[in-house]
């Protein structure tokens, strides 16, 4: 016996889908028309599930946060949630996340809860999504569950836009230099360089330097480029690693420019992270843990851990979170206030707010300050390039005149 997943129409051409143990195709459809329905499609459900992990990766976050709302608007407007998901799986433009709605209400159909068919596909719902939906299931609130998930995502959407978008410029100009100055060593230098040997005569300096610099590149250019991917692979291969990712995230935690940024970002994101699970009903711990998981930075997700082991022993979340060191003062104080007030939740959303804010103006100002410093970059070293191959031809041009 294998599980069928059909769609059919009823006398009164409305669409209906279902799942039916039998053991062939013909089966289910004998049975549909033995119940006067029109046989759309029947296939074994376990295609779907299977399209459905090959499918998991091309769901976007906008798409995600789309769902949640109108599947939130849905339930709230008394709407059962099998015909919602099934109303959303025939309006959803993107196939992935159509095939994934598709599967998760088959599973509903057949007596799964909706956390544990979203669980089933851990790339498209993370760990958040899933316990904040259990959370509205066991509340009775799962509309407004969805809609506070929907609002979550769309503040994350909005602040890695921000720095994304104030990173994008600086990259894109740094990208032409290099391309630029590679242009200029392989093509330009050597043209010139045959220009010089014919002329004769000794060579400026910084001629002589530029010269050797391009005929060791164009020498041991493919070398060059090997190294650098061999390199490259090795590095992230070495980061993905339990130590090497610690060590690589407490690095970059204490860069000069870029290090206090990712910082508040982290910041940001646990204390929004753990405010809309705690708003939502997950308990402290469970949060916690949920959080510890998604801060995207092994350090602080030590620092998380560790004060989840420390809250399982009764100390207040503030005091272990002072204690990493990853905290500033500021945000632990304003926990432990609301900790004392019970208005945990509260704080931790100003918390948020406050450092989505500070994200925003230290990306503009690390904008503002890598701008200029790539002029700076672009003007020496082209500049040094262009002086150096005109000054053999500025010191001939002096002979010529004496």
Do not use: W
């Not at 549909?32 to 990766?57: R, Y």
């Not at 339930?75 to 099998?82: C, F, N, R, S, T």
């Not at 921000?162 to 392989?186: E, G, H």
């Not at 948020?352 to 002029?375: G, H, K, R």
């Amino acid at each position: 016996m294998n599980s069928y997943q059909y769609i059919a129409k009823d006398k009164a051409g409305q669409t209906i889908n279902g799942r039916i143990q039998a053991a062939s195709e013909i089966e289910v459809a004998d049975i549909l028309h033995k119940k006067e329905l029109v046989v759309v499609s029947v296939e074994i459900a376990k295609t779907i599930a299977a399209k459905s992990k090959v499918s998991d990766k091309k769901v976007k976050l906008e798409d995600l946060v789309i769902f949640s709302r109108q599947l939130a608007t849905m339930i709230d407007a008394g709407i059962p949630l099998v015909n919602a998901l099934g109303i959303l799986a025939e309006q959803i433009e993107n196939e992935g996340l159509r095939i994934i709605i598709n599967d998760v209400r088959q599973n509903i159909e057949a007596g799964t809860s909706l956390s544990d068919a979203l669980a089933k596909h851990p790339i498209v719902f993370s760990e958040l999504f899933v316990n904040m939906t259990r959370a509205g299931e066991a509340s009775g609130m799962l509309n407004d569950i969805l809609d506070r998930l929907a609002t979550f995502m769309e503040k994350q959407a909005a602040l890695n836009r921000k720095i994304i978008s104030s990173l994008v410029y600086p990259a894109v100009v740094v990208s032409m230099a290099i391309l630029i100055t590679a242009v200029l060593l392989l093509k330009v230098v050597p043209t010139f360089k045959g220009i010089f040997d014919s002329l004769g005569g000794t060579l400026p300096l910084p001629t002589q330097v530029l010269i050797f610099i391009s005929d060791l590149l164009r020498k041991y250019f493919l070398y060059t480029l090997i190294f650098m991917g061999v390199s490259i692979y090795l590095f992230r291969k070495y980061i993905k690693t339990e130590k090497g990712g610690y060590q690589f995230d407490q690095l970059a935690l204490k860069l000069p420019v870029f290090g206090p940024l990712l910082r508040k970002l982290a910041v940001a994101k646990f204390s929004r992270t753990f405010s809309t699970l705690v708003k939502s009903g997950v308990s402290v711990l469970s949060a916690l843990e949920i959080v510890s998981k998604t801060s995207g930075n092994k350090v602080v997700e030590e620092s998380v851990i560790n004060c989840s082991k420390s809250v399982r022993n009764g100390e207040l979340i503030s005091k272990p979170l002072a204690k990493s060191g990853v905290f500033p003062p500021m945000v632990t104080r304003m926990i432990n206030v609301g900790e004392q007030t019970g208005q945990l939740e509260k704080m931790l959303s100003k918390i948020a707010d406050f450092y989505d804010d500070q994200v925003d103006a230290a990306t503009s100002a690390l904008t503002s300050m890598i701008e200029p410093l790539v002029i700076a970059f672009l003007g020496i070293v082209i500049g040094g390039i262009v002086i150096s191959l005109f000054l053999p031809i500025f010191k001939i041009s002096q002979l010529m005149a004496h």
